[in-house]
């Protein structure tokens, strides 16, 4: 589920595609995914809206953190 | 020259050898002095008199110089200058042209700096095998500087340009004065106190060297070293250094560029998605292409043509042979039904009732014995007339 393992999942889903014993039908289901994965993937690095916060005490015990600006 | 000086001069003779012996007799000098009647011309210029207790000499320094110096000089400022005479002629005076300036005692900061680098250097605090690699994959970015500075501004700039994704925990701090060393340095532990952040970049937009300074104090050089957060030093411009560039785990020239190292990873992440994608959809294509070869091959329409054909061969031959039994059978019907029909008018012809039903009849004697002769039957003799339809006795009478 998290962002490192959608990588290395397409990564496996790409040298799956070129092993010669996947079969056709098995390409298909995996290219849809792969495709689906990267698709998200992409989507999350680049239409995300930064989020910024600021600490406010420079208490060493707790952090006291709100939006910025 | 002394023999030029015995004769009679013009002025500008006097004056042309007076600037030749000043400008070529006075270079490099390093002067310090306190600035005054400071003018800056509007074209850029500078214009001002540098005096101590007692004299006093005119300078300029052009537009070409003074964008290196990093302050704005004012009033009664002391500072160093470092230049050559210059004589101008038309008013016959002469002043300092500068090169450069710095306020007086940079010097002396800079040698204080070099023997706590070396220090600290010996102390092991810039060892590469302390240098915690910079993560590619990062969640949250902490940033110790002043809120309301302008360093803030193009690091939160560059961030969402490059990498919306990534959160950014501004962790303010006092980045100029005699407080700001130990408010940067908290800020770093607090950091690390409660894991706030996977990475941290430290710094400051630039300044003269005084207000880099906090940057070089043995509190943030403590605190950089302690950290286990990796943590990128951006302290000025390209130019200025701090030693917190030399405790750090990385040393980016500007803050701009700290940005840009920390979401570079991004990039790499979504370039690496964007190829293996393009490696996806080419290896699905080819995988495809093969495919419907193969179709083609041991395809429908090709199984249907072929399957399509050998029934039409059986059906050919099948036909052919329903063909022929019926023939045969028809001929053979034939020639039974014609054999028959002659075996029947022969058996009719020779049947004697056929005889006798055309109106023969046969003659017997009483002992049933066939009488073909009138020579064999005597008058007065009982004969038996047999007609198809019955039998009479009668008598023979002549």
Same mark, same amino acid.
């Given at each position: 589920?998290? *962002? @490192?393992t959608?990588?290395?999942?397409?990564?496996?889903?790409?040298?799956? %595609?070129?092993a010669?014993?996947?079969?056709? $039908?098995?390409?298909?289901?995996l *290219? @849809?995914?792969?495709?689906?994965l990267?698709?998200?993937?992409?989507?999350? %690095?680049?239409e995300?809206?930064?989020?910024? $916060?600021?600490?406010?005490?420079?208490?060493p015990?707790?952090?006291?953190?709100?939006?910025f600006? | 020259m002394?023999?030029?000086?015995?004769?009679?001069l013009?002025?500008?003779e006097?004056?042309?050898?007076?600037k030749?012996?000043l400008e070529?007799?006075?270079?490099?000098?390093?002067?310090?002095?306190?600035?005054?009647?400071?003018?800056?011309?509007?074209?850029?210029?500078?214009?001002f008199?540098?005096?101590?207790?007692?004299?006093?000499?005119?300078?300029?320094?052009?537009?070409?110089?003074?964008?290196k110096?990093?302050?704005?000089p004012?009033?009664?400022?002391?500072?160093?200058?470092?230049?050559?005479?210059?004589?101008?002629?038309?008013r016959?005076?002469?002043?300092?042209?500068?090169?450069?300036?710095?306020k007086?005692?940079?010097?002396?900061?800079l040698?204080?700096?070099?023997?706590?680098?070396?220090?600290?250097?010996?102390l092991?605090?810039?060892?590469?095998k302390?240098?915690?690699?910079?993560?590619?994959?990062?969640?949250?970015?902490?940033v110790?500087s002043?809120?309301?500075?302008a360093?803030?501004?193009?690091?939160?700039?560059?961030?969402?340009?490059?990498a919306?994704?990534?959160s950014?925990?501004?962790?303010?701090a006092?980045v100029?004065?005699d407080?700001?060393?130990?408010?940067?340095?908290?800020r770093?532990?607090?950091?690390?106190?409660?894991?706030?952040c996977?990475?941290?970049?430290?710094?400051?937009g630039?300044?003269?060297?005084?207000?880099?300074?906090?940057?070089?104090?043995?509190?943030?050089?403590?605190?950089?070293?302690?950290?286990?957060?990796?943590?990128?030093?951006?302290?000025?411009?390209?130019?200025?250094?701090?030693?917190?560039?030399?405790a750090?785990?990385?040393?980016?020239?500007?803050?701009?560029?700290?940005?840009?190292?920390?979401?570079?990873?991004?990039?790499?992440?979504?370039?690496?998605?964007?190829?293996?994608?393009?490696?996806?959809?080419?290896?699905?294509?080819?995988?495809l292409?093969?495919?419907?070869?193969?179709?083609?091959?041991?395809?429908l329409?090709?199984?249907?043509?072929?399957?399509?054909?050998?029934?039409?061969?059986?059906?050919?031959?099948?036909a052919?042979?329903?063909?022929?039994?019926?023939?045969?059978?028809?001929?053979?019907?034939?020639t039974?039904?014609?054999?028959?029909?002659?075996?029947?008018?022969?058996?009719?012809?020779l049947?004697?009732?056929?005889?006798?039903?055309?109106g023969?009849?046969v003659?017997?004697?009483?002992r049933?014995?066939?009488?073909?002769?009138?020579?064999?039957?005597?008058?007065?003799?009982?004969?038996?007339?047999?007609?198809?339809?019955?039998?009479?006795?009668?008598?023979?009478?002549?």
């Amino acid at each position: 589920m998290s *962002f @490192e393992t959608d990588v290395a999942r397409i990564e496996e889903i790409a040298q799956k %595609l070129n092993a010669s014993d996947t079969t056709l $039908e098995e390409s298909i289901t995996l *290219f @849809e995914e792969g495709m689906r994965l990267s698709k998200s993937l992409e989507k999350i %690095l680049t239409e995300a809206k930064q989020k910024v $916060e600021i600490v406010l005490s420079e208490n060493p015990e707790a952090a006291e953190i709100t939006p910025f600006e | 020259m002394n023999d030029q000086l015995k004769g009679e001069l013009t002025v500008s003779e006097l004056t042309h050898l007076i600037k030749q012996t000043l400008e070529e007799g006075f270079y490099g000098l390093r002067v310090t002095g306190e600035i005054s009647n400071f003018r800056p011309s509007s074209t850029g210029h500078w214009f001002f008199t540098l005096k101590d207790s007692s004299c006093a000499i005119s300078a300029v320094m052009f537009k070409g110089a003074t964008w290196k110096v990093d302050f704005s000089p004012k009033e009664g400022d002391k500072v160093t200058v470092i230049g050559s005479l210059d004589v101008y002629g038309a008013r016959g005076t002469y002043q300092i042209k500068c090169d450069s300036m710095e306020k007086s005692g940079a010097g002396d900061i800079l040698a204080l700096l070099e023997k706590r680098k070396q220090r600290y250097a010996e102390l092991g605090y810039f060892d590469p095998k302390h240098k915690k690699p910079i993560p590619k994959q990062l969640h949250t970015v902490g940033v110790v500087s002043s809120p309301t500075g302008a360093a803030l501004r193009d690091i939160l700039n560059i961030l969402q340009r490059r990498a919306p994704s990534l959160s950014v925990l501004v962790l303010p701090a006092t980045v100029q004065g005699d407080s700001a060393a130990q408010s940067v340095a908290k800020r770093i532990k607090q950091a690390n106190d409660l894991l706030l952040c996977d990475i941290l970049i430290v710094g400051r937009g630039g300044g003269s060297i005084e207000d880099l300074l906090p940057f070089s104090e043995d509190v943030v050089i403590q605190a950089i070293y302690d950290s286990e957060i990796p943590i990128i030093s951006a302290v000025g411009h390209e130019i200025d250094f701090a030693l917190s560039d030399f405790a750090a785990d990385l040393r980016a020239p500007t803050p701009s560029a700290a940005a840009e190292l920390v979401s570079q990873g991004f990039l790499d992440t979504l370039q690496q998605i964007q190829s293996l994608r393009a490696a996806l959809v080419k290896e699905m294509a080819y995988r495809l292409t093969l495919a419907s070869q193969r179709a083609k091959q041991w395809g429908l329409d090709s199984l249907q043509r072929s399957v399509l054909s050998t029934i039409e061969k059986r059906e050919y031959v099948l036909a052919n042979a329903g063909n022929n039994l019926q023939l045969e059978l028809k001929q053979r019907l034939a020639t039974a039904s014609g054999r028959y029909e002659i075996a029947k008018r022969e058996l009719q012809a020779l049947n004697p009732l056929a005889i006798l039903a055309r109106g023969y009849t046969v003659v017997t004697d009483e002992r049933g014995a066939l009488v073909k002769s009138a020579k064999h039957s005597n008058v007065g003799q009982i004969l038996h007339l047999r007609f198809i339809d019955g039998q009479r006795k009668v008598s023979v009478e002549e």
